[in-house]
Nanobody, 115 residues
């Protein structure tokens, strides 16, 4: 299993970014996918999740209405579109999937929201 995160960067408050996670080594379309984030000095937290076919999503309360998770099973890729970014969204963002009781993680991509 390999997950490669990309798309992070420095953005001003109110700006937007789209994160991508390219997956390989497993049957991507059969597994739910999630995005987590970890800010300095804080625990890693779930941001958003999407079902295997993409028909069901859920979001952490702080990002509802601002972030959208989606997936393209033909490209083995999951996305996180982030709008109206706030300084408190600053964190390393990680793609995740769970298979046979084990967690698999991307390497993370840094998102910094600052003026």
């Amino acid at each position: 299993v390999q997950l490669v995160d990309s798309g992070g960067g420095l953005v001003q408050p109110g700006g937007s970014l789209r994160l991508s996670c390219a997956a390989s080594g497993f049957t991507f379309s059969s597994y739910a996918m999630s995005w987590y984030r970890q800010a300095p000095g804080k625990e890693r937290e779930l941001v958003a999740a999407i079902s295997s076919a993409g028909g069901s999503t859920n979001y952490a309360e702080p990002v509802k209405g601002r972030f959208t998770i989606s997936r393209d099973n033909a490209k083995n890729t999951v996305y996180l579109k982030m709008n109206s970014l706030k300084p408190e969204d600053t964190a390393v963002y990680y793609c995740n999937t769970k298979r046979h009781g084990s967690d698999y993680w991307g390497q993370g991509t840094q998102v910094t929201v600052s003026s």
